[in-house]
């Protein structure tokens, strides 16, 4: 029994990061436009994924050490929120943005700081 409920806790921060990043990457794609050259896109599309490489390699370390998922997403999502909080734009559209990114971020720390805690206390 307690094998399970431990899978309970382990597989949802991996499963929810590796939807999560899919899509940020997702949103990467506005970038494909028809007036755009290919190497304009190819070098768009490289920036606009940089944090789905970071966060790539943050998950591959966070498989292993939780605590550096739990980490890592709280501090993104956190930074995210600063960083809506600073731009010059509308409250609304500032909270639908930290709605749809730093929420899902924060949960997914969150998340990967509860299977790093019960982990330890086995």
């Given at each position: 029994m307690a094998k399970k409920i431990s899978g309970y806790i382990v597989w949802p921060p991996r499963i929810l990061?590796?939807?999560f990043i899919i899509t940020i990457a997702l949103m990467s794609m506005d970038v494909i436009?028809?007036?755009?050259?290919?190497?304009?896109?190819?070098a768009g599309l490289l920036m606009?994924?940089?944090p789905t490489?970071?966060?790539?390699?943050?998950?591959?370390?966070?498989?292993k050490h939780e605590i550096v998922g739990g980490l890592a997403f709280l501090l993104a999502g956190?930074?995210?929120?600063?960083?809506?909080a600073r731009a010059k734009i509308d409250w609304s559209v500032a909270l639908s943005w930290n709605l749809t990114i730093a929420a899902p971020a924060l949960l997914i720390g969150i998340l990967?700081?509860?299977?790093w805690y019960k982990k330890r206390q086995k």
């Open positions: 990061s590796l939807l436009r028809p007036e755009l050259s290919p190497l304009q896109i190819l606009h994924n940089i490489i970071v966060m790539i390699v943050v998950l591959s370390i966070a498989w956190l930074l995210y929120i600063f960083m809506t990967y700081l509860i299977s």
